[in-house]
C-alpha cells in the first residue's frame, strides 16, 4: 500500500479559523486569518479589480492557455512595480521574470531553480522566525534550510546584531575568514510576516554591505508591496536598493495582499542576470523547471493585474485603494496603541503594536494568554500571539483592548 509518513500539519492558522467558527458568541473576534478585511470586517474586492473585470468582459477575452511563462505583459508590468523605472537591469533587458502561482509559487520556482542551477551553495537561510511555508517550501525545492537570528523577543523588534552577526558567521563557519559560503539569504522584502518588525532603510544598507562582503545570494520574498507603507514605491526600498548596489538578486512578488486577489493566485518570479544572453538562458531553464510542475500559469487574474497596471487611470485609483488599507490598518494601530497605553493602563511596554509594519502584530502576549483570549473572551489568534491587524475594526476593537487587558491583569 501507499506508506503516508508523519502528520498532517495544517499550518498555524487553519486551527485558528476552525476554533473561531465553532464559537456561537456574537462577540467573537478572528485575528488569526492572513488576508485583509474592511472596516465591517469583509473581504474586500478593490473597486479597481472590479473596474478591470468589466473591461475584461467587455473586451470578450478569451480562455485559452498562457505560455509556459505567462502573459508577457503582465510579466514586464510587474517588474516595473517592483524594480522601478529607473532600474538598469531592467532597462538593459537583464532581468528574466515569469508569471508564477502567487507568491507562493513564485517561491517555489525559485528555489527549485537554484536547487538546480546555483553552483556555488544549496542552504538557504531564513529569518528566525519567517513565514511558517518558507521551510516546507524550500526543503521540497531540494534547499538545505537555516536560520539566521531576527527577532528580539526581549525588545519585541529587530535583533540587528544577531542578524549581521549570523549572516557573517554562516560564512565562517572555521572562525575564519575561507573561501566564502555564497550561501543564499532569504529577506522579507517589507512587512515581515510574522513579526510586523522591519529592517530600518539605513540597516537595508548595512545588510546589503554585509551580503556583499560575504557573496550571499539575497533572494528577496515580496508579498506585500504597498500594503506596508500605503507606498509601492517606498516598500520596493530595499529591492530596489540592492540592485542598484549591484547585486542580482531574486525575487518573489505576490499581488494577493497589494489587489486582494488572493484565491486568484497572480504573482512572478523575477531573476537579475548579467546581461540579456544570460537572460535568455535563464528563461529557457525556467520553462524547464515550470513545465513539468503546472505546464503554465492561470490567465484570469493575471489578466487583471495587467489590466491595472497597464492603465494611467486604474493604477492611479489602485494606488489610492493600496493606501486605503494600509491607512486603515496603521489607524487600528494607533487606536489599540492609545487603549492599551492610556485608557486602560494595561501593564507592559506597547509601543510595538504602532512601530510594526504590514497586516501582521507580534503582540508579546504568551500562549497561556491567547488561550485565555480564546476561551473567557472569544478572541483569537495564533498561538505566538500574533495577530491580524486588518481583523480589528471600529465595531471590535474595544471588546479587543478590554479582553487584553484583562488577560495581561490576569
Ligand atoms: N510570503 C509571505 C511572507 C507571506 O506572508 C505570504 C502569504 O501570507 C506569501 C509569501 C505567499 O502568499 P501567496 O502565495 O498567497 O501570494
Known amino acids: 500500500g501507499l506508506a503516508v509518513l508523519g502528520r498532517r500539519s495544517p499550518g498555524p492558522s487553519s486551527g485558528v479559523t476552525e476554533a473561531f467558527k465553532a464559537d456561537k458568541d456574537s462577540r467573537k473576534i478572528n485575528l488569526g486569518v492572513g ?10 474586492v478593490l473597486e479597481s479589480v472590479k473596474k478591470a473585470e468589466e473591461l475584461l468582459n467587455a473586451s470578450k477575452t478569451d480562455k485559452e492557455y498562457l505560455p ?23 532597462n538593459d533587458g537583464a532581468i528574466a521574470v515569469t508569471q508564477s502561482i502567487s507568491g507562493t509559487g513564485a517561491l517555489r520556482i525559485g528555489g527549485a531553480f537554484l536547487a538546480r542551477h546555483y553552483p556555488h551553495s544549496k542552504v538557504i537561510y531564513l529569518p528566525v522566525p519567517s513565514w511558517g511555508n518558507h521551510t516546507p517550501i524550500f526543503r521540497d525545492s531540494g534547499l538545505e534550510v537555516r536560520g539566521y537570528r531576527y527577532f528580539d ?4 523588534g529587530l535583533d540587528f546584531e544577531g542578524l549581521k552577526a549570523d549572516l557573517r558567521r554562516s560564512l565562517n563557519l572555521h ?23 522591519d529592517p530600518t532603510q539605513a540597516q537595508w544598507a548595512e545588510i546589503s554591505d554585509i551580503v556583499k562582503e560575504r557573496q550571499l545570494f539575497p533572494f528577496f520574498d515580496m508579498a506585500y508591496q504597498g500594503f506596508a507603507s500605503g507606498d509601492t514605491t517606498r516598500d520596493a526600498f530595499a529591492v ?24 486568484e493566485r497572480v504573482g512572478a518570479f523575477s531573476l537579475v542576470t548579467a546581461d540579456p544572453a544570460e537572460k535568455a538562458r535563464v528563461d529557457s531553464q525556467l520553462k524547464i523547471v515550470i513545465r513539468p510542475m503546472y505546464s503554465n500559469p492561470p490567465i484570469h487574474g493575471a489578466l487583471i493585474a495587467n489590466a491595472i497596471l497597464g492603465d494611467k487611470a486604474l493604477y492611479a485609483q489602485w ?41 501582521f502584530s507580534f503582540t508579546g502576549l504568551n500562549p497561556a ?33 478590554e479582553s487584553v487587558d484583562a488577560a495581561v491583569k490576569g
Not at 523577543?153 to 519585541?156: F, I, L, R
Request: proline share 3%; charged share 20%; glycine share 10%.
Open 35 to 44: 488576508a485583509y478585511r474592511d472596516g465591517n470586517g469583509k473581504p474586500y
Open 68 to 90: 509556459i511563462t505567462g502573459l508577457a505583459d503582465f510579466n514586464k508590468r510587474a517588474a516595473l512595480l517592483a524594480y522601478g523605472a529607473d532600474s538598469v537591469p531592467l
Open 153 to 156: 523577543k526581549k525588545t519585541v
Open 175 to 197: 572562525g575564519y575568514q575561507a573561501a566564502p559560503e555564497q550561501s543564499i539569504v532569504l529577506l522579507h522584502a517589507c512587512a515581515h510576516n510574522p513579526t510586523g518588525v
Open 240 to 263: 530596489r536598493h540592492f540592485v542598484s548596489q549591484g547585486h542580482q538578486i531574486a525575487l518573489a512578488q505576490s499581488f494577493a495582499k497589494n489587489m486582494g486577489l488572493y484565491g
Open 319 to 359: 494606488e489610492g485603494e493600496v493606501k486605503g488599507m494600509a491607512d486603515r490598518i496603521i489607524s487600528m494601530r494607533e487606536k489599540l496603541f492609545g487603549m492599551l497605553t492610556h485608557d486602560l493602563q494595561t501593564p507592559g511596554e506597547w509601543s510595538h503594536i504602532k512601530s510594526q509594519i504590514g497586516m
Open 369 to 401: 494568554q491567547t488561550k485565555v483570549l480564546a476561551e473567557k473572551a472569544h478572541v483569537y489568534m495564533t498561538a505566538d500571539g500574533r495577530i491580524s491587524m486588518a481583523g480589528l475594526n471600529a465595531g471590535n476593537i474595544v471588546h479587543f483592548a
